[in-house]
């Protein structure tokens, strides 16, 4: 590409990169200032599909601000090179960093951690997936990170399997999920968020290096290197890199269990190349850096002693059983709706006490995470677990409260119709059966983590079954409360 030429409004100065996006160029808008232009691969725009997913994606990623993140300006998928218009980052990776000062300490270290917490956060509020955060995607500015390609890499997946055969991200710090084959959510934004803290903390990838198998068989496995990570930071490092994705903090979460830099405290001084030209464009460059988000396999290293034996990478121990978990669950699901019916009292008293399990599970891990990473000695951790204390069984009933107010309220409304139906004389127990498939509905509605085709087909089982329990029972069993009589009008 010529630095005379122009993408849509943009005038492009030099080119910055190519990657598997497309070529990344440095352009003025006509404001005369300094933004990013992803000229995206040609096969976007002879594939319709892919433009028009893109911009659905676009009209999200727009919506996703904040001083952690390079946002997305402008967006033209019609031109003859589709491209995509970013806020310029001036800047070094964070790679590069590592790769010539080795790993951050102290309070730089900290500063990174927190500021690709808080980009997280922007990013999912957002209802994005970044879905390959690294090293290489991150740009120091003055010492705070800033997060670029959000939401692309997510968006461009199934364009790229077509064009190379290969999956998008890193394989050392794409989570256990991923590499599993399922679909990449925001829990796997805060794995990749762990890796890359470790990798900054330690000047080497988690996972090691080697073969791809050999890296996705350690992630698969849990086997991270941590040695080197400060003391404060394992808590919500190990939380981040559990296998099962149920085990890790959210990136809201990941917040209070990283300390703000204090305003006093030295950090590292990270040098920025020179602003680029405001209106003269400058000489094209001849020195092109690749830019490939593939994973590199360096020559030398020993891989592990299984794939030595010729097994390949091996699932993890706890890879089985959350799938039969997973199994578990949606059977639960599909017959919740018909078991309210025929047992109202015992369906309700189950579905309660599982609330309050999960309830329960996650604020004692959060509480846990807290006293973990409390600073000060015996005496702080001793205060963090009064706190804990205190502030579980609080936000237990809390959340229960709220869920109950709002259950009562949908079987009020349920009931109500119920009533006017040939079905009244059987409303209490025929509504608690619609308000129980109401919710595995929404369920599987929101819940993006699990395929599509289960998604459709348990709404439509869990009906099915209710409409055959309201078929064949016809007297709900009430033990141990009496049955409620509702005279016939």
């Known amino acids: 590409m010529r630095t005379e030429d122009r993408i849509g409004p943009y005038r492009v100065l030099e080119e910055l990169g190519v990657g598997g996006m497309g070529e990344v160029s440095l352009a003025l808008d006509e404001h005369g200032r300094a933004v990013a232009v992803k000229v ?37 998928f019609t031109a003859h090179r589709p491209y995509i218009v970013t806020r310029y980052v001036q800047g070094r990776t964070l790679e590069e960093v590592l790769r010539e000062r080795g790993p951050l300490r102290g309070a730089a ?35 705070d990170p800033v997060v670029i390609d959000f939401g692309l890499a997510h968006v461009l997946d199934a364009t790229r399997l077509t064009l190379t055969g290969t999956a998008i991200g890193t394989p050392g710090y794409l989570a256990p999920e991923v590499l599993d084959g399922e679909r990449a959510t925001p829990a796997s934004d805060v794995f990749s968020w762990g890796a890359s803290v470790v990798h900054a903390a330690t000047g080497r990838p988690p996972f090691g290096s080697g073969p791809a198998a050999a890296i ?50 030295p950090t590292e001084e990270i040098p920025v190349p020179p602003r680029p030209p405001e ?28 794939e030595k034996k010729g097994e390949g990478p091996r699932r993890p121990a706890g890879a089985r059983p959350r799938r039969l978990r997973g199994a578990f669950g949606a059977l639960m699901l599909a017959v919740l709706p018909g078991t309210a019916l025929a047992v ?68 009020a409304a349920i009931f109500a119709l119920t009533r006017l139906t040939p ?45 055959a329990a309201a078929w064949a029972v016809h007297a709900a069993v009430w033990w141990p409360l009496s049955p409620l009589s509702i005279p016939d009008e």
């Open 40 to 76: 995206l691969h040609p096969a976007v725009a002879r594939d319709e599909v892919a433009r028009k997913r893109l911009e659905r994606e676009v009209a999200t990623m727009r919506r996703v601000r904040g001083p952690f993140v390079a946002e997305l300006l402008d967006a033209d």
């Open 109 to 143: 270290l900290r500063r990174l951690a927190r500021g690709l917490a808080r980009s997280l956060v922007a990013i999912h509020e957002g209802g994005v997936v970044h879905r390959d955060l690294k090293p290489g995607n991150v740009m120091l500015v003055d010492g």
């Open 216 to 265: 996705c068989s350690r992630i698969l496995r849990g086997r991270a290197d941590l040695a080197g990570v400060p003391r404060d930071l394992l808590p919500a490092v190990k939380a981040a890199l559990s296998v099962d994705p149920a085990d890790r903090p959210t990136a809201i979460e990941l917040l209070p269990l990283l300390r703000p830099t204090p305003p006093d405290a």
């Open 279 to 306: 209106v003269e464009a400058a000489e094209p460059s001849d020195d092109v850096p690749e830019v490939d988000s593939r994973a590199q396999e360096p020559e030398g290293q020993e891989p592990d002693k299984a």
């Open 344 to 411: 109202p009292v015992l369906t309700s008293i189950v579905c309660l006490l599982f609330f309050f399990s999960v309830y329960a599970r996650r604020a004692v891990r959060r509480m846990r995470l807290r006293i973990a990473s409390a600073r000060g000695g015996r005496g702080a951790r001793l205060r963090a677990g009064t706190a804990a204390l205190i502030a579980v069984p609080l936000e237990v009933i809390v959340r229960l409260g709220l869920l109950t107010v709002a259950g009562a309220g949908a079987y």
């Open 423 to 467: 079905a009244s004389g059987r409303a209490t127990e025929i509504a608690l059966g619609v308000l129980a498939a109401t919710v595995v509905a929404l369920r599987c509605r929101y819940n993006t983590s699990a395929a599509l085709w289960l998604r459709l087909l348990l709404p439509v089982l869990a009906i099915g079954l209710l409409v």
